[in-house]
């Protein structure tokens, strides 16, 4: 019964060595750890090998039945971290999140952290589209000549911030100097033409000023007067 409670108490402590494996020249300390007679554990030692109870390499023993429930339990553990990680995946694959402009997106295996930081990159572009969208609407109300805004709007995109501010900024001046809306060019060929860079003249009684050729075309148009045919 000594020799059988003492296997025991070996194979406890192979579980709980790191490799599994007990080092042969360490007998005395074992002696001296579970009380027990060196000369009997060495005996007996002896005994465990002859009947292949262990397997020694010389240097350390070991029980391939130790070592065999070990790979059992570590074969069980990675498959059980598997699934926890599948499942995990499958319960963000199926979650919602919704935007601060109502949209819903599905989460994908790509995980949580991922698509958040899709979210706030999408709702940094549209609060970027609304400012940009902000200032056309505030230079297309101040140039006031609602002709082919969509048209516009595609010719304000491509320009710099530096073109957007100073259209903006000089926009006014424009305006007054082209009080006939007739005469103010449409809004889409002023921002292609980048017009905002030309001179500004402003017409007034003292300026000596003379209508180009369109202007006195429609100057001319808008004088005739319509003459009844005489009837027989």
């Not at 952290?113 to 706030?120: A, G, L, N, P, Q």
């Amino acid at each position: 019964m000594e020799a059988y409670g003492l296997y025991w108490v070996l194979i406890e402590i192979m579980h709980e060595s790191s490799d599994s494996k007990l080092t042969c020249n360490l007998f005395d300390g074992i002696a001296y750890q579970i009380n027990v007679d060196i000369t009997f554990l060495k005996e007996f030692y002896n005994e465990c090998i002859a009947i292949e109870l262990f397997v020694t390499d010389g240097v350390k023993y070991w029980s391939e039945r130790v070592l065999r429930n070990k790979e059992l339990l570590n074969e069980k553990r990675n498959l059980k971290s598997i699934a926890g990680k599948k499942g995990m995946e499958n319960r963000w694959k199926n979650k919602e999140v919704i935007t601060n402009d109502n949209i819903v997106i599905t989460e994908d295996n790509k995980g949580k952290e991922s698509k958040v930081k899709e979210i706030k990159e999408k709702e940094i572009k549209l609060n970027k589209i609304n400012i940009i969208d902000s200032a056309f609407n505030k230079w297309w109300d101040s140039y006031d000549k609602k002709i082919s805004k969509d048209k516009a709007i595609a010719k304000w995109n491509i320009l710099t911030n530096d073109e957007k501010q100073l259209a903006l900024k000089i926009v006014q001046e424009y305006v007054n100097s082209t009080p006939d809306k007739t005469f103010r060019k449409d809004p889409t060929t002023y921002l292609n033409n980048k017009s905002f860079n030309d001179e500004i003249i402003i017409r007034n009684a003292t300026t000596s000023y003379k209508p180009n050729v369109s202007e006195r075309n429609f100057t001319n148009l808008a004088n005739l007067k319509y003459i009844e045919p005489k009837r027989d």
